[in-house]
C-alpha cells in the first residue's frame, strides 16, 4: 500500500461536476493498494498518518500531528500510484491490486482513520475525479510500508 500525502490548506473532488468531497486544512491522501497488501499495511499506514508530525507549531518546527491541529483528511484511491514506467511509454498496472480488493482495503484504510478520530472525506472508488488542491508548505510525502 503506498499513501502519497500533502499537507493542504483546503482540497476537494468532484465527480461529474458533483463535489463529493472537500475539507480545509489538513492531508489529502492519494491511496494505492497492491494485490499483496492486508490489514496490517493498512493498519500500519493508517496510523502513521494519524501520528505522524507535519505540522508547524509555535516554533516553526514541524512538531504537531493532524489530531494536534483539528485537520482533516481528503482521501482519494489511486490505482495509478502503482503504475510501472520502466518499460515502453505506456505504464503498467500489473501491481495495482483488483478493483475488488483494492475498494476492501481502501474503505478499511478510511474506517481505520476514523476510528483514529480524525475527519475523513472521500472520492468515489473507480469513478473519473477532478481533485483540487491549495498545497501547504509544499509539504508532500510518500508513505510506504514495505518500500
Do not use: C
Request: proline share 2%.
Amino acid at each position: 500500500m503506498r499513501v502519497l500525502l500533502q499537507r493542504v490548506k483546503e482540497a476537494s473532488v468532484t465527480v461529474e461536476e458533483e463535489v463529493v468531497g472537500a475539507i480545509n486544512a489538513g492531508y489529502l491522501l492519494l491511496v494505492g493498494v497492491t494485490h499483496e497488501d492486508t490489514e496490517e499495511e493498512v493498519n500500519w499506514l493508517a496510523d502513521k498518518v494519524t501520528g505522524l508530525r507535519v505540522f508547524e507549531d509555535d516554533q516553526e518546527k514541524m512538531n504537531l500531528s493532524i489530531q494536534d491541529v483539528s485537520g482533516q483528511i481528503l482521501s482519494v484511491s489511486q490505482f495509478t500510484l502503482y503504475g510501472d514506467t520502466m518499460k515502453g511509454r505506456r505504464p503498467a498496472f500489473t501491481k495495482a491490486a483488483k478493483p475488488d480488493m483494492a475498494e476492501t482495503l481502501y474503505e478499511k484504510f478510511n474506517e481505520r482513520l476514523r476510528a483514529n478520530g480524525l475527519i475523513v472525506e472521500t472520492g468515489r472508488f473507480g469513478a473519473m475525479m477532478d481533485v483540487a488542491l491549495v498545497n501547504d508548505g509544499p509539504v508532500t510525502l510518500m508513505l510506504e510500508k514495505n518500500a
